[in-house]
RNA sequence: AGAGGAGUGGCAGAGUGGUUGAUUGCACCGGUCUUGAAAACCGGCAGCCCUUCACGGGGCUCGGGGGUUCGAAUCCCUCCUCCUCUGCCA
């Protein structure tokens, strides 16, 4: 959410940011909050003053009772008993106000940074680096969701049947890599310096909110209706709210979070063609990066994890670019984000492995996530977060570009995981 | 899940209706003293919002929400969390 007072103080570049997202109604967004704003603070300052009075004159009756004069103490009593209704109406008219407010920043996306360029998809994405070159298959070579059958290591049907489309059942071999990409994203994610942590799956809601799921996504997630809990669609979420309400001392940071954990997304209304095997599921395992940093160094920060997640891909031996997302492809929570996508040769296309986004304040201002400084003085921190990263894609592209006719190679920086090096 | 107890500032711990946003101790920061350090002493030390060019002024918050009252940390309701006992369970 954005702070009302940058909103204040930047109407004119916060308005040029989001032109850049596409949004059609973006001024009339920030002019309502303004209004909203305008419309609390007038109403605030009325019940404060008057809140004021009644405080004072409270106090007074606490002294006439003291000093025995019961009667001017039975006056006074009467009289801030009428205020008390003047205030009532005034109380409820600031919650309504702040209610209002609230939901109505909840509506407005984040600014993009200056560096985003303005588009509307995908197609306005900037490639901005390439790594590795596109490997030539054998003849008949096939795409992975051939594969996991022909060497029956994933398994969608029996997923069909004990949970339903999209929950695929990982075998033998298929579970082992799986077991061992995590542990190798952990072990890569620790060596440069990331914090392991094993974070619940499910969340409350105030969590979704911090995060910023919620409201906007509510729909993507799933809710367990009996305890009003969420499955996490993303380590982040319990990640980064492990920091909602607190204040962290300068000391203690930058804080640097690694997590593994399965990701639970409905994808509602997202399935359509290129979404066969692997490409998308409803369940996933991902190994997350999460960093809160000052806000002079989140941009560097924002980098340092681009090129962990780049350094994963190449050892992996994997081919990928690096796009920077355009304004109107960008999450609604992010400044920036750069997603990092793998070839999967087979069936020629890019996917998807890595996002990994700054967050500015966005999100520290929703959780009330502030440090303290040296001087003492509090301000919000900044957030970021990556993929470090999701395995269904990054299995897809590694069976898919390392197959030839008898067989898959796994890459040697994983065979010390797996403890073995084909799968046949 | 049932019964009982408890939740106060970074921590410990007072406070059961009236200038208490909160005694005190520890921790922390600044200063005096000291060659330096410790000790001692002095001072500071919650967050948010409104208002003011500023100095300052005002409001809200004692787990969350609601209520009683002129006035609530203190009384009532409700939810959450923790502890003890019983039950259940990997």
Redo the contacts with the bound molecule.
């Keep these: 959410m954005l ?3 940058y909103l204040r103080e930047h109407r004119l570049s916060a308005l040029e940011g989001l032109k850049k997202r596409g949004l059609p109604d973006a001024e009339q967004l920030i002019d309502q909050a303004l209004d909203l ?1 305008q419309q ?3 109403v ?2 009325k ?3 008057l ?2 009075q ?10 006439l ?2 000093a025995g004069q019961t009667n001017q ?1 039975n006056d ?3 009289k ?2 009428n ?2 209704h003047e205030l009532k109406k005034l109380e409820e008219d600031l ?1 309504r106000c702040e209610e209002e407010l609230r939901l109505h920043l909840y509506k407005i996306p984040n600014i993009p940074a200056q560096a985003v360029p303005a588009g509307r998809s995908a197609d306005d994405n900037l490639n901005v680096y390439q790594h590795g070159s596109i490997p030539n298959l054998p003849k008949g070579a096939l795409p992975h969701w051939e594969l996991i059958k022909k060497y029956d290591i994933i398994d969608f049907e029996v997923g069909n049947k004990i949970t339903g489309a999209g929950f695929p059942v990982y075998k033998d071999k298929g579970a082992r890599l799986q077991r061992a990409l995590i542990s190798f994203f952990l072990d890569e994610a620790e060596k440069a310096g990331y914090k392991e942590i094993m974070p619940p799956l499910l969340v409350n809601e105030a969590s979704g909110y911090g995060t910023g799921q919620l409201p906007d996504k509510e729909g993507q997630m799933y809710c367990v209706t009996a305890d009003q809990l969420y499955l996490i669609p993303t380590a982040e979420v319990p990640i980064t709210n492990l920091y909602r309400d607190v ?1 962290l001392n300068e000391a203690d940071l930058p804080v640097k979070n690694v997590g593994y954990t399965p990701c639970f997304r409905r994808e509602a209304g997202s399935w359509g063609a290129h979404v066969r095997g692997l490409n998308r599921l409803h369940q996933f395992d991902k190994v997350e990066i999460v960093q809160i940093r000052k806000p002079g160094e989140s941009y560097q920060a924002l980098d340092e994890m681009c090129a962990h997640v780049q350094s994963l891909l190449e050892k992996l031996e994997l081919p990928y670019r690096k796009m920077l997302l355009c304004g109107g492809d960008m999450g609604f929570n992010a400044t920036l984000t750069y997603d990092m996508e793998v070839y999967a040769a087979a069936q020629q296309r890019w996917l998807e492995v890595s996002s990994v986004s700054n967050f500015e304040t966005y999100q520290a201002n929703r959780m ?1 996530l ?1 440090y ?1 400084s040296a001087e ?1 003085k ?2 919000l921190l900044h957030t970021l977060n990556g993929s470090a990263l999701a395995l269904p894609r990054v299995v897809a592209a590694l069976l898919e570009n390392n197959q030839d006719e008898n067989g898959i190679r796994i890459p040697d920086v994983l065979v010390p995981y797996t403890g073995f090096n084909r799968i046949d």
């Design positions: 702070q009302i007072t704003d609390r603070r007038e605030q300052a019940a404060d003053a809140r004021a009644s405080n004072a004159e409270s106090k007074k009756i606490g002294e009772m003291k103490a006074l009593r009467a801030v008993g205020l008390k919650a204040i009330k502030r303290r003492g509090i301000q």
